[in-house]
């Protein structure tokens, strides 16, 4: 773990404690409790599990890392060669970043960018219709809210399965050029050069384009993410260059750190925050989807700049001079089912990540589910005495996961100022009231502790299977 001390102002994972109640009725300072990382070291007569997952993304990785954690085998198999992820941002709310603290993650080496507010602005005019203040997220839901650049989280989320860590000196082996072709839910994986693997538990974990689900939840209906007929430029500029200029350098507080959010129009919208310690500024510019072609492309089709500039003609002429500057310009088409799931696991088999909840950007929330899904796992599965047990604990993922994940897919088809076009399907999953703006939407996102939430599910699963003496992995008090 970095030394918190030199971590960027506000980017710290802190624990404060108070007899403030939560959203959940919880007491924030008993929920928020760090849990320590070695708390699912197996123990003796724990069952070490053989465990596979497909692809290393963030959720094939969270899980290599959480399942790792609890003693368990775990070989990821991985098709491409790792090159680099895509030159585009993320954002982790306090949700993801506790999860993050428990893998012992090092949060300074992937230099994140904590968020203080979000700004709404007419794009065509520059008057400012909202800013809202974040609560400090670290005071409130026990971490900050981070922005990192992909290719450091997911490097950072590499390291940390494959290199011992403090509490844990087991690691996960990825294989990468391992294209798996299928998988049985008795447990195979079929590799691309057709080999055969068994394991024990098979986590997939291959994206959007995953061919599993239909599998899982046992149907012939195509499953596969469509487009939604939004497309969104992307790109990155270096602050450095946008404070260079008189047009722009009044859009960028570097000391403010802010996602800010301007529609210019019904249908277009740009979306920038910063990222890498704020040494770079992350964009998409939301637009209807005419382009023809690539229709096996989501995040990385080809674009180009004279088109891009077309488009973005209705913005204010700064804004058009930060389009000017763009770098490593793409195309990402918006996909996504057209319901969420009804089950997650099958048999030997759990979906997780984008593979299990392809969900649209409007939470901002996607790679935080797959973060908390691959916590959620570790805990699940662990201290777990029999192989007979797999099917229970897998039950375990389904009854913890399924509303909160599917309750974030309908939530993020439609922007934070527009709850009320999701509210009645929305209402299936939630329990209590519905978020109705950006705020609401916060506590609702960030509130659960994924790990606390699991432990106190398994030990409610323990007292009514196993009794309380026969299990060892009890919640710190
Ligand atoms: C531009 C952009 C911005 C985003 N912003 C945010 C944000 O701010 N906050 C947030 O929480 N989420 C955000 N998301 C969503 C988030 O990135 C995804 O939800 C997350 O990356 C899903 O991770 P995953 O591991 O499930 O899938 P992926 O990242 O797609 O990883 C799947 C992996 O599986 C591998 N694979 C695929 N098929 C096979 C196969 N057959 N065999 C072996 N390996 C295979 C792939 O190579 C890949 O490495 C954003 C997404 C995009 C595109």
């Known amino acids: 773990m970095g030394d918190e001390a030199s971590m960027p102002r506000g980017a710290e994972g802190n624990e404060s404690c108070s007899a403030e109640r939560l959203s959940n009725g919880r007491l924030k300072d008993e929920y928020y409790k760090p849990i320590p990382p070695d708390i699912f070291a197996p123990k003796p007569g724990d069952q070490i599990l053989d465990i596979g997952i497909v692809g290393a993304g963030i959720a094939g990785l969270a899980a290599a890392i959480a399942l790792v954690q609890s003693g368990h085998n775990v070989e990821v198999y991985e098709r491409s060669r790792f090159a680099h992820e895509i030159g585009a941002a993320i954002n982790m709310g306090p949700n993801a970043c506790r999860a993050l603290k428990f893998f012992e993650f090092d949060f300074e080496r992937a230099r994140p960018t904590p968020l203080q507010h979000l700004r709404y602005f007419n794009g065509k005019s520059l008057e400012t219709s909202r800013n809202v203040i974040l609560p400090d997220c670290a005071k409130s839901y026990g971490h900050a809210f981070l922005l990192y650049h992909r290719a450091d989280l997911h490097s950072e989320l590499k390291r940390t399965a494959t290199q011992p860590r403090p509490h844990t000196s087991k690691v996960a082996k990825i294989n990468l050029l391992s294209e798996v072709s299928d998988i049985d839910l008795d447990g195979v994986i079929v590799l691309a050069d057709g080999r055969k693997v068994h ?84 964009f998409g510019y939301f637009i209807p ?53 009804p089950t997650l696991v099958k048999e030997k088999v759990v979906l997780i990540g984008d593979a299990a909840h392809p969900m649209l950007p409007h939470q901002g929330q996607g790679g935080a589910m797959a973060i908390e899904d691959g916590a959620a796992l570790g805990v699940l599965l662990s201290s777990i005495k029999s192989k007979n047990e797999i099917p229970a604990r897998l039950q375990l993922f389904q009854d913890l996961r399924i509303d909160r994940v599917s309750a974030m897919v309908v939530f993020s088809s439609v922007g934070q100022d527009e709850a009320a076009r999701i509210a009645d399907v929305a209402r299936q999953y939630v329990k209590g009231p519905l978020p109705q703006c950006p705020e609401d939407y916060h506590v609702y996102n960030f509130t659960p502790n994924v790990i606390r939430d699991a432990i106190e599910l398994l030990e409610r699963y323990k007292a009514e299977n196993i009794g309380p003496a026969n299990h060892n992995a009890s919640l710190p008090s």
């Open 289 to 341: 989807d005419e382009l023809e072609g690539y229709e096996n492309e989501t995040w990385n089709i080809p674009a180009s700049q004279k088109e891009f500039m077309k488009s973005a003609s209705s913005l204010h002429p700064d804004l058009q001079a930060v389009c000017e500057k763009a770098e490593d310009l793409k195309l990402w088409r918006l996909c996504s089912r057209s319901k969420p799931l």
């Open 199 to 282: 394991k024990d538990v098979v986590v997939v974990a291959d994206g959007i384009r995953t061919r599993a689900a239909s599998k899982v939840v046992g149907t012939k209906e195509n499953l596969d993410a469509l487009p939604t007929g939004t497309i969104a430029y992307r790109f990155l500029v270096p602050t450095e260059k946008l404070l260079k200029d008189p047009r722009t350098r009044h859009l960028f507080d570097v000391d403010k750190h802010a996602i800010n959010i301007a529609p210019a129009g019904v249908d277009h919208r740009l979306v920038w925050y910063p990222c890498r310690g704020g040494d770079l500024q992350n």
